[in-house]
């Protein structure tokens, strides 16, 4: 497995990871807790050391999971998760942020409890609360790692302006955001900051939530499930956008038939062929589907590819999030 610096954190991590959510949340009903624990080794087995999840997932259910797969062997991976959004307990409904240095502590107590760890070895802002300055967050997420709590700070979907104020108050090892064919509005100011500052970009729904696979082949395969968020909100695979997107689909699939990989490998190779400072974190509740994508690995894409790929994502219809998740991503 080939493996990858998160910025200069002096963490190591393979350069395909794994996304977690999807095991226990919003694509669907959850994975069978022994069926998901038999996709998580079987991930180490195969050389993945990086793995994802958020106190959100599953309202903290993700994390109890990677807690039971896990327990004894935290040594053995690179543990990630994330803190900030907050939810109402009975009803799920997202009810606004809290990056202050209350909640950064509560949060990573609750996190520890549940993972049964003792240690977060990269612990994230998952969302910049805009009420609370990220010096005040980011001040006391270092006062954890001081203390041995977490050993790393990351940022998701934050700002180039706000990844420089975090960054000047601790190092940020990573940016985690989403990027892939489809989703390339990072790269004017993120990335580039990114690199100036030496920190890794770990790239999420690296797949386009499923859609980059080509494994929705029609409008009638889109996922329906009341339990699916892309079914239900995803502006991409909503009628009037999806079937756009799904021509778009159909030429990255015509690029991975030429190139004898399938599209998903194709989607994971242009994502880690950005740069060496990016690694992917593709979600999957498959063992099939994890051995495929780590064959991204073998498939190396030509400049022509590139640049017909570099064409797609301008013609991409709907966004990433619906509005009210769009108003957390921080611009
Ligand atoms: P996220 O980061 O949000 O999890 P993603 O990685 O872009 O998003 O895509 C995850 C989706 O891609 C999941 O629905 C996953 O479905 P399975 O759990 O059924 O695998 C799907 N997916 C992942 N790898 C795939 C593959 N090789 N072929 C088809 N679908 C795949």
Known sequence: MVSRELGQSGISVSAIGLGCMGLSEFYGAPTPASEAIKLLHRAVDLGITHFDTAEIYGQGRNEQLLGRAFAGRWLEIVLATKFGPQRDPVTGDFVGLDGSP?????SCEKSLQRLGAERIDLYYLHRVDP????????????ALVQEGKIGAIGLSEASAKTIARANAVHPIAALQTEYSIFSRDIEQEILPTCVDLGIGLVAYSPLGRGM?????????????SETDFRAQMQPRFQPGNIEANLQL??????????????????????????????????GTTKVVNLEINLGALDCQLTEEDQATLDELADQVRG????????STVNR
């Not at 209350?102 to 509560?106: E, L, S």
């Not at 009420?131 to 270092?142: Q, S, W, Y």
């Not at 699939?253 to 990016?278: E, P």
């Not at 990433?320 to 769009?326: A, F, V």
């Open 212 to 224: 980059l696979t080509g494994r929705f082949a029609a409008i009638s395969d889109r996922p329906t």
């Open 131 to 142: 009420a609370i300055p990220i010096e005040d967050t980011v001040g006391e997420m270092a």
């Open 249 to 282: 689909v159909a030429a990255i699939k015509a690029i991975a038939d030429q190139k004898g990989c399938v599209a998903a490998q194709l989607a994971l190779a242009w994502v880690l062929g950005q740069g060496n400072h990016i690694v992917a974190i593709p």
């Open 319 to 326: 966004e990433r999030y619906p509005p009210e998740g769009m």
């Open 102 to 106: 209350a909640n950064v502590r509560a």
